[in-house]
């Protein structure tokens, strides 16, 4: 079964730090680069970060630019999401997803974990 | 930046209605365009990509089309499992994302 199990979520004050973690199974996870992309309460989807499948390329949301950095362990099936200076209005639950189904230059996400819900407030 | 606009934000329908949600990008996206179910308290789910390509397993009730800046999701003929939040999405900027706003279909 293809599986995305996210973890790391939690409460934080605001400008904290916290780590989010993505672990996938039942697919070769090195083939396929993964999103990140949140849902703040009663809100909609905002995409926030793309990593390629070697962990070389790297892009980020306006929003979150110069505060979060995505990273991956292709030996550990995983990928991170370092998130610093926190505010609210990162408050959101944080689903990684599979860059899975398309062309090689214009995938969709096919895949998707269940979500971790992050919390900033004093 | 792409801007993608939903609408209608709200649709009320019945078992067996035909309902169509448009989405209108702020400039061209070409035919890269994709559709996403949302039921409450679950991941999205991808429908549809390239406009109208469905997603394996996608019952064919569902369908796409557009072109440019305006697309639109038709769902058939409407059944219980399909009352959910539906997202366009664009990725002629991929690996970049908009989504629009979303799509509340509810129960009439």
């Known amino acids: 079964e293809l599986q995305l199990v996210e973890s790391g979520g939690g409460l934080v004050q605001p400008g904290g730090s916290l780590r989010l973690s993505c672990v996938a199974s039942g697919f070769t996870f090195s083939n396929y680069a993964i999103d990140w992309v949140r849902q703040a309460p009663g809100k909609g989807l905002e995409w926030v970060s793309y990593i390629s499948s070697t962990g070389i390329t790297t892009y980020y949301a306006d929003s979150v630019e110069g505060r979060f950095t995505v990273s991956r362990d292709n030996a550990m099936n995983s990928v991170y999401l370092q998130m610093n200076s926190l505010g609210a209005d990162d408050t959101a639950l944080y689903y990684c997803a599979r860059a899975g189904v398309g062309l090689v230059n214009k995938k969709n996400l096919d895949v998707w974990g269940n979500g971790t819900t992050v919390s900033v407030s004093s | 930046d792409i801007q993608m606009t939903q609408s209608p934000s709200t649709l009320s329908a019945s078992i067996g209605d035909r309902v169509t949600i448009t989405c209108r990008a702020s400039?061209?996206?070409?035919?890269?365009l994709a559709w996403y179910q949302q039921r409450p308290g679950k991941a999205p789910k991808l429908l549809i990509y390239r406009t109208s390509t469905l997603e394996s397993g996608v019952p064919s009730r569902f369908s796409g089309s557009g072109s440019g800046t305006e697309f639109t999701l038709t769902i058939s003929s409407l059944q219980p499992d399909d009352f959910a939040t539906y997202y366009c999405q664009q990725y002629n900027t991929y690996p970049m994302y908009t989504f629009g706003q979303g799509t509340k279909v509810d129960i009439k």
């Open positions: 400039q061209s996206i070409g035919s890269w």
